[in-house]
């Protein structure tokens, strides 16, 4: 079956901003939320933001909210995450994942893309 696919990962200094997408047309009508993770090298997976797939609920995790957004364009079952002013501690490969039930618990996410990495540097 296809897989979830994130893109928009790359390098950019402290302060920089990116936009991560995520193509998720193929689970729309098989979840109820879209959510992005993300994993520092040896640190446990995390979720960063989730939205219901018809968009009407968001979560961001609180240490994040006013640097992150996510969004959900209808038209093309995209899920955005705005990532902004960042820190070289966002270092780290985001995911994105399709789920049933809102959950901040990896586990509870059946659907996995592989990954985009977001590196923030001098």
């Known amino acids: 079956q296809e897989r979830l696919a994130e893109s928009g990962g790359g390098s950019v200094q402290p302060g920089g901003s990116l936009r991560l997408s995520c193509a998720a047309s193929?689970?729309?009508?098989?979840?109820?939320?879209i959510g992005w993770f993300r994993q520092a090298p040896g640190k446990a997976r995390e979720a960063v933001a989730l939205?219901?797939?018809?968009?009407?609920?968001?979560w961001v995790h609180y240490s994040n909210e006013d640097r992150f957004a996510i969004s959900l364009d209808t038209a093309t079952d995209i899920v955005y995450l705005q990532l902004t002013k960042l820190k070289t501690d966002d270092t780290a490969v985001y995911f994105c994942?399709?789920?049933?039930?809102?959950?901040?618990?990896?586990?509870?996410?059946?659907?996995w893309g592989q990954g985009t990495q977001v590196t923030v540097t001098f």
């Open positions: 994942a399709a789920g049933r039930s809102f959950s901040i618990r990896p586990e509870d996410f059946a659907y």
């Open positions: 939205i219901s797939t018809g968009g009407g609920h968001k």
């Open positions: 193929q689970y729309m009508t098989r979840a109820n939320y």
